[in-house]
């Protein structure tokens, strides 16, 4: 890809978490290919929360979340994932926002 | 054993909470408001601008002590092609005065003052405290909230919803169904640090004054989108947001679109040699009038952002956020005081004082541009930025072209782009829901 010089890792560096070790709040259901939306989160996701495995299922790691809820907007209602938001405390915690 | 209850609870340390916890504490409702983050403000992302009216209204003397960034005295809007912005510049003296308009703030820093303000009005905030559920009785009354924390249902007359865009209490209850991705734009931003004679300097500001740019174009690849870049004291608030439905078709990375804008011939300069500290994302609320749901039933009222009350046409969320909150809140004290119950037909009066405001006037006003706006994203912001750049280097390029020839030239590639009748209809179409 050349569409990202800069790495979202680094970006992500900037922020701020507190991590609910082994709580996530956000699961991806179970499939045998993953629709158009869950596919697309792995592109439009903004911290790259999600991405294709070996097995070409979509999977998510939340560490990154922003909380933002596009993926909620995009694949709540069809059942692809489970959207909650983390534990009181948990999460990101802007120092700007 | 007695239990605990409360005249309201407020879910959300936002504008639109704090607005309403400040309120009723304020009229002497026993009140307690809950934010999931460990202090008000760390869960919340905004431009951001502060409209000085709205929250003088709440606290008339809000200048003595908010932490306000700068007064904006310059707001440019530019149409944006790959090479080149074309834009219109105001700038006036006149908001040099001495209750000025509208100021830049950092909202972390912003709410953890406005939550001070409603600490000290007497409500109860409890931080790192995520509400998880309604609780309602059989009728399908609310009558308090489930948290995660241990101890069951929190009791309360009322409810106040001011969870935001992506709110989960008033969705998984039923009140209000989750935004449709046609109807929230996913904005992304990064906090640029500068010195602050640097900024003062390249945006041709002094003291506390500040500058603002609105920009669109070919900045959102054909997508329905705005990009903006605010200067706050210290800092430069840089951010683009595209609707959800449009980032989904294009498959566009936020984050390459921040690039990109960072990286344009007219924005690069303005950036040059800040510091990065800190990369954020947000929905913003972008449907306008027929987006608006239910806004209260037995129990409840909801406010701000998961009321969808964002007028995206003049970027106003916060102040619109702010007076719903305090409206819910007079509306609830005024029902409290007449010793009501807070039932769907009394808590009317939320929506009734609601619809006489500015807030739904102007909702109302624009309610057919973002169905326009959303069906029409490649011609307003790919199409037209173009023809307006090749027009305006047409005619600022000298070249011994015959100046008749060379507006031919320019009328021919609009009609070309766009033919005759099309020009037309998307000038009546903006017309009219501009009206």
Redesign the interface.
């Known amino acids: 890809m050349t ?4 790495r ?1 890792e680094d ?2 560096y ?2 701020r978490y ?1 991590v609910d070790t082994g709580r996530p709040h956000i699961k991806v259901r179970q499939h045998q290919s993953p629709s ?2 869950l596919l ?1 989160l792995t ?2 996701c ?3 929360c999600y991405e294709v495995n070996e097995d070409g299922e979509v999977e998510i790691t939340a560490d990154g979340c ?5 993926c ?3 694949c ?2 069809s059942g692809d994932i489970d959207w ?6 948990f ?7 | 054993m007695t239990v605990e209850k409360f005249d309201a609870i407020v879910v959300g340390a936002g504008m639109s909470g704090n607005a309403a916890a400040y309120t009723m504490a304020s009229r002497g409702l026993k009140v307690l408001q809950l934010e999931r983050g460990e202090y008000p403000g760390s869960k919340n992302v905004q431009g951001a601008i502060l409209y000085a009216n709205m929250l003088e209204t709440i606290i008339p003397d809000f200048r003595d002590d908010a932490p306000l960034e700068r007064h904006l005295v310059e707001q440019r809007f530019w149409v944006m092609d790959d090479t080149s912005h074309t834009g219109m510049h105001y700038r006036s003296d006149d908001f040099n005065e001495p209750a000025p308009n509208r100021y830049t703030i950092i909202r972390a820093q912003f709410d953890k003052w406005f939550s001070r303000k409603v600490r000290a009005a007497g409500a109860i905030v409890l931080c790192e405290t995520t509400a998880t559920e309604l609780a309602l009785d059989a009728d399908g009354k609310v009558i308090g909230v489930h948290t995660d924390r241990e101890g069951g249902i929190i009791h309360a007359e009322v409810v106040v919803l001011a969870e935001g865009v992506n709110g989960l209490l008033g969705t998984r209850a039923g009140f209000r169904k989750v935004p449709k991705p046609e109807a929230v734009a996913l904005a992304v931003k990064e906090m640029h640090f500068l010195p602050e004679e640097v900024i003062a300097e390249r945006f041709g500001l002094s003291g506390d004054q500040g500058c603002v740019i609105e920009a669109a174009g070919t900045i959102s690849r054909g997508m329905a989108g705005l990009g903006f870049l605010y200067t706050n004291k210290e800092s430069i608030s840089l951010g683009i947001g595209c609707l959800v439905s449009d980032f989904a078709a294009t498959m566009e990375r936020p984050y390459a679109l921040l690039e990109a804008f960072k990286g344009h011939p007219s924005i690069r300069p303005l950036l040059a040699g800040s510091e990065i500290k800190e990369y954020a994302a947000h929905l913003i609320p972008e449907g306008g009038f027929k987006a608006i749901p239910q806004l209260f039933g037995n129990g409840w009222v909801v406010v701000g952002d998961a009321a969808q009350l964002n007028n995206a046409v003049h970027r106003e969320g916060s102040n619109l956020a702010m007076t719903s909150g305090r409206i819910a809140g007079e509306a609830i004290a005024m029902v409290k005081s007449r010793g009501r119950p807070m039932t769907s037909e009394n808590l009317s009066l939320y929506k009734a004082m609601l619809d006489k405001s500015f807030v739904v006037k102007d909702l109302r006003k624009y309610k057919d541009m973002p169905a326009l706006i959303h069906t029409n994203s490649r011609n307003f912001f790919m199409t037209y930025p173009q023809l307006l750049s090749q027009a305006a280097q047409n005619f600022v390029r000298v070249d011994g072209t015959p100046k008749i020839e060379k507006e031919r030239a320019t009328t021919a590639a609009f009609v070309k782009a766009r033919s005759r009748w099309g020009l037309v209809s998307d000038a009546v179409r903006l017309a009219l829901a501009w009206r």
Do not use: W
């Open positions: 569409t990202s010089l800069v979202i970006k992500l900037q922020n507190l158009s939306n697309a592109l439009v903004p911290a790259n922003m909380e933002c809820g596009t909620r907007v995009l709540e209602e909650s938001y983390p534990r009181g405390g999460g990101v915690l802007f120092k700007f926002g």
